[in-house]
């Protein structure tokens, strides 16, 4: 079992720049794959970044690639999303995820935190 607790969303203006933290409880981090998710209103939720268990593969969805950054450390069990250039169409709640896979992650995760909202004004 895993707790994700989210943190650091809020209200930017396009252009900007926010960082997004996942701390995690539970042996499962230390034997999982880590990523964010992100539902837009009125819209499914969608994989956002993925990273692997020793942070060496990573995934991005097409629309966040060369803006997002996903990493995580392990000694304090977190994972972060750096997310930068922001514009109007990341705003969604974003979610941290756990899983066995980065493939996994690219479509669902095993464990899920409560989500924590970010928006983008134009």
């Known amino acids: 079992q895993v707790q994700l607790d989210e943190s650091g969303g809020g209200l930017v203006q396009a252009g900007g720049s926010l960082r997004l933290s996942c701390a995690a409880s539970g042996r499962t981090f230390s034997t999982s794959a880590m990523g964010w998710f992100r539902q837009p209103p009125g819209k499914e939720r969608e994989s956002v970044a993925a990273?692997?268990?020793?942070?060496?593969?990573?995934y991005y969805a097409d629309s966040v690639s060369g803006r997002f950054t996903i990493s995580r450390d392990n000694a304090k069990n977190t994972v972060s999303l750096q997310m930068n250039s922001l514009k109007p169409e990341d705003t969604a709640v974003y979610y941290c995820?756990?899983?066995?896979?980065?493939?996994?992650?690219?479509?669902?995760?095993?464990?899920w935190g409560q989500g924590t909202q970010v928006t983008v004004s134009s």
């Open positions: 995820a756990a899983g066995r896979t980065t493939t996994r992650l690219r479509t669902t995760a095993d464990y």
């Open positions: 990273i692997s268990l020793d942070g060496g593969t990573t």
